[in-house]
């Protein structure tokens, strides 16, 4: 009954907000509206620790054993804490782990935990590699939400989880009807590089929300796309709400946690873009890069023969998805590539 219930409100939920999407926006009244409802939650959420209270963190890992931070209930997240520390902790920490869970860097603390500071060189770095790997995926869905004329609209497909022994990390895209005929040339490809780099060279904060899926309903009100993984999400969530990201000032839906910034990334690369033919949204693109975070760079001839790798077409299924969960550390991936045919 209970499930019922749910998704009977989820339902009027969604058709409240299809019904507010009547109206075709262009590409930028879409991303400043959905911009502006990410900070009006936000805002919100703040609000809601209108007093200053202390929490004690305490803090795990090499050199930091029984160091102890006092910090601001609500207000301070990992990143705040790394800041008490070092410049190399504030430098290096890709992701955080608060009382065992994985645990956004920008993300506020509610409590008092311990936590730990996670890199890429740490002895396993699992949980590293999968928040780099599933944040370079967002960058290029980032890329190409701006990356065509504003009347283009650019449908972003949910992403799928691959784990690096793939080879590439993966963006799904349903471009306008009016780009069904565009082949993309190596230039096009050239051209979404440059642009990633770009946001990779501003540094920019991958900034973590929570929400309920009614707030994540009405961000997303001009995509059926996007509030059906809505409500996947939601409906896979222990806690019932949906993680949300904003990097500058593209907002987008993430199954996982990301990275803390942009600048974590070196060297990216878009390394094709395939046709997947029609499907339930129009003709769907899978567009495919390749990258390494900044403390682990490649030599040249390595980086041509990962290049050639990530072109070709990975192909998704149920059981390579879940391989996420045996995600090699990148270092090793890099050490022994695969061979590559000629």
């Keep these: 009954m209970m499930a019922c219930r749910t998704a009977c409100q989820m339902l009027h939920r969604r058709l409240a907000s299809s019904a507010a999407a009547s109206a075709r926006l262009s590409s930028t ?4 509206r959905r911009n502006s409802l990410f900070s ?3 805002a919100r959420q703040r609000a809601l620790f209108p007093r200053i209270e202390k929490i004690e963190v305490q803090m795990q890992g090499p050199g930091l054993q029984g160091t102890l931070l006092v910090m601001n209930k609500g207000v301070s997240t990992p990143h705040s804490c790394a800041r008490h520390l070092t410049e190399w902790h504030v430098d290096s920490a890709v992701l955080a782990v608060v009382d065992g869970e994985a645990w956004p860097l920008h993300k506020p603390l509610t409590s008092s935990c311990s936590l730990s500071l996670l890199t890429f060189k740490d002895t396993n770095p699992l949980l590293a590699n999968q928040a780099y790997w599933r944040s370079c995926a967002a960058l290029l869905g980032q890329v190409f939400q701006n990356a065509f004329k504003d009347e283009f609209i650019v449908e972003l497909l949910k992403t799928p989880e691959v784990p690096v022994t793939s080879g590439a990390f993966l963006c799904d895209v349903v471009l306008d009807p009016q780009l069904d005929s565009w082949a993309p040339s190596e230039e096009s490809l050239r051209s979404l590089t440059r642009d990633a780099q770009q946001l990779i060279h501003k540094d920019l904060p991958w900034e973590p929300l929570e929400v309920a899926p ?9 995509s059926r796309c996007k509030q059906t993984e809505v409500e996947e999400l939601a409906a896979h969530s222990p806690s019932g709400t949906v993680s949300m990201y904003r990097c500058g000032d593209h907002v987008t839906l993430s199954g996982g946690p990301l990275v803390a910034r942009t600048g974590l990334c070196m060297q990216y690369e878009v390394a094709a873009i395939h046709n997947l033919g029609q499907g339930a949204w129009g003709l769907h693109r899978r567009a495919q890069g390749l990258s390494l975070p900044r403390q682990l760079q490649a030599h040249h001839t390595v980086w041509r023969k990962l290049r050639k790798r990530a072109e070709k077409l990975v192909e998704v299924t149920s059981s390579s998805a879940n391989q996420t969960t045996a995600l090699p550390p990148v270092a090793n991936h890099l050490e022994d590539p695969a061979p590559t045919h000629q």
Aim: aromatic residues 6%; hydrophobic residues 45%.
């Design 214 to 222: 009614s707030v994540a309903l009405d961000i997303f009100a001009h």
């Design 29 to 32: 009244e879409l991303q400043s």
């Design 40 to 42: 009006q939650e936000q």
